[in-house]
């Protein structure tokens, strides 16, 4: 089986490129500057399989032709996309330029929808195949200072729902994968939206304060899941012969999207992320 996966330098791309190829599964992973790769090929190595790593940068169209082009002509049909990449942004609207506000769209958003849309002919032309995106509980629960990020993860968990009927009439099985917080270095993948709003004060400062303060402490090993955790159960969606539509990675991810989805006048969430800030 040929699996493509985005974002595999580090994080739940790297666990769940290794868990694959270590079950002697054909494993393309990408990742925007390939020099970062070494992690992920030791990794691979220590567990006894192999990667092949090529360059892709999920917001480029022109890229995105060629790397579907290339593994179908050297690996052959692409049986597994998982959908992995994606990046954080911290700030409320007022604080979001119309070029942060586009940058977060693309990543989380418009270059899944390209790479799917470019795999699924080959997908359907070989009969079936698998498309898995890692979106977040921030794909149903909407979050303070999170506007630009839960919007993009809220239109891609549209975007595979309204999929899903049509693509599985041709043999193509969609799901998500809804992790909550994951035992990384939150505020360093945040990057500099971060400190931009911890160091520049304006009328949310003191609200930001406390959201930092409130979701760093979620982030932390033990209170958070590990990488490993969220590689596990996208393999074992993969393997599901039947998968569902949405799964979350854990208890906690589970009560988070479960308080969403039942709250049909939105009182539930509000109620509950007003405390953050």
């Known amino acids: 089986m040929t699996t493509l996966i985005t974002g595999s330098n580090s994080g ?13 599964e054909t494993v393309i992973a990408t990742m925007r500057n390939t020099e970062k790769a070494e992690a992920l090929q030791s990794a691979a190595a220590d567990a006894g399989g192999a990667v092949h790593v090529m360059a892709l940068d999920v917001t480029d169209p022109a890229a995105i032709r060629q790397v579907v ?5 050297e690996h052959g049909p692409i049986d597994v996309l998982i959908n992995n990449a994606g990046a954080t942004y911290v700030g409320t609207l007022e604080q979001i330029s119309d070029e942060s506000l586009q ?26 195949g698998r498309i898995v995106t890692v979106t977040s509980v921030g794909g149903v629960v909407g979050q303070p200072f999170n506007d630009a990020y839960c919007a993009a993860k809220f239109a891609v968990e ?34 500099e939206s971060v400190g931009e709003r911890m160091n520049n004060e304006d009328a949310y400062t003191p609200q930001v304060q406390a959201y930092v303060k409130h979701i760093s402490a979620a ?52 109620g509950a992320t007003s ?3």
């Open 158 to 191: 549209g975007l595979m729902q309204s999929l899903h009927p049509v693509a599985a009439k041709h043999g193509v099985k969609v799901s998500v994968v809804e992790p909550g917080a994951i035992a990384t270095e939150f505020i360093a993948n945040a990057g």
């Open 103 to 128: 940058w977060c769209m693309d990543v989380n958003f418009t270059g899944v929808a390209r790479l799917s849309r470019e795999v699924l002919p080959h997908m359907r032309n070989n009969g079936g």
């Open 69 to 73: 082009a290339d593994v179908v002509a």
């Open 275 to 277: 405390t953050w800030v």
């Open 12 to 24: 739940v791309g790297l666990a769940t490129a290794v868990t694959l190829a270590r079950s002697g």
């Open 219 to 270: 982030f932390e090993p033990g209170a958070a899941q590990t990488a490993q955790d969220v590689a596990d159960v996208i393999a074992s969606v993969i393997a599901e012969e039947n998968p569902a539509f949405r799964y979350q990675t854990g208890e906690r991810s589970t009560m988070f999207a479960g308080m969403s989805l039942s709250d049909l006048d939105g009182s539930t969430v509000t």
